[in-house]
Antibody, heavy 123, light 111 residues
Framework: QVQLVQSGTEVKKSGASVKISCKTS????????IHWVRQAPGQGLEWMGR????????ISAQNFQGRLTMTKDTSTTTVYMDLSSLTPDDTAIYYC????????????????WGLGSLVAVSS | QSVLPQPPSASGTPGQSVTISCSGS????????VYWYQQFPGTAPKLLIY???LRPSGVPDRFSGSKSGTSATLAISGLRSEDEASYFC????????????FGGGTKLTVL
């Protein structure tokens, strides 16, 4: 069965970076894009970007361009999300999610999600 | 302020029908598909509706989606207590560099 297993809680200071992992299994890793979506406490969902595991190419939301890095390790079928220059506004649960179609960006939607990784940032 | 405004809350009694609206524009819902996700407290979102009106396997047919112009609607019929959750709409927005955009979410309470 498809599984996305994320790394655990991270506590950071303002200005630091955080790197979260998303270990996938149960499907052909290179066939499906992986997206990152975050949710601040009590708030809605915010899309951050996606990576194509077959080529390593990424697209990011404008809000995160310049401080979001997404990478992949095909040997371990794991995707990583690195967010730099953290501020308290980055406190959120970060989800990785599989793109059901993995084709054109505008057709993106998410059929499997990780359980989320909490990132807490203090000033 | 969400790109896709939704009412923050909705409610109904068991057996009733409820609808949740999602308002967009010509840069998102007006030109692109709409998706709906269901989220229970403390859990990850779950895909509920894709391409406006299609249900993934396992989603009851009590849930239906529709779109008209730049707005979309999620309808739930025969409301059940286990439907109490938050519901988020989503679409692609063609503005600037393009991005997935979500609604702010609607918290559904089953009275």
């Amino acid at each position: 069965q498809v599984q996305l297993v994320q790394s655990g809680t991270e506590v950071k200071k303002s200005g630091a970076s955080v790197k979260i992992s998303c270990k996938t299994s149960g499907y052909d890793f290179i066939r499906y894009f992986i997206h990152w979506v975050r949710q601040a406490p009590g708030q809605g969902l915010e899309w951050m970007g996606r990576i194509d595991p077959s080529r390593g190419t990424t697209i990011s939301a404008q809000n995160f361009q310049g401080r979001l890095t997404m990478t992949k390790d095909t040997s371990t079928t794991t995707v990583y999300m690195d967010l730099s220059s953290l501020t308290p506004d980055d406190t959120a649960i970060y989800y990785c999610a599989r793109d059901a179609l993995s084709s054109a960006p505008k057709l993106s939607y998410f059929d499997f999600w990780g359980l989320g990784s909490l990132v807490a940032v203090s000033s | 302020q969400s790109v896709l405004p939704q009412p923050p809350s909705a409610s109904g009694t068991p057996g009733q029908s409820v609808t949740i609206s999602c308002s967009g524009s010509n840069s998102n819902i007006g030109k692109n598909y709409v998706y709906w996700y269901q989220q229970f407290p403390g859990t990850a979102p779950k895909l509920l509706i894709y391409r406006e009106s299609l249900r993934p396997s396992g989603v009851p047919d009590r849930f239906s989606g529709s779109k008209s112009g730049t707005s979309a609607t999620l309808a739930i019929s025969g409301l059940r207590s286990e439907d109490e959750a938050s519901y988020f709409c989503a679409s692609w927005d063609d503005s600037l560099t393009g991005s997935v955009v979500f609604g702010g979410g609607t918290k559904l309470t089953v009275l």
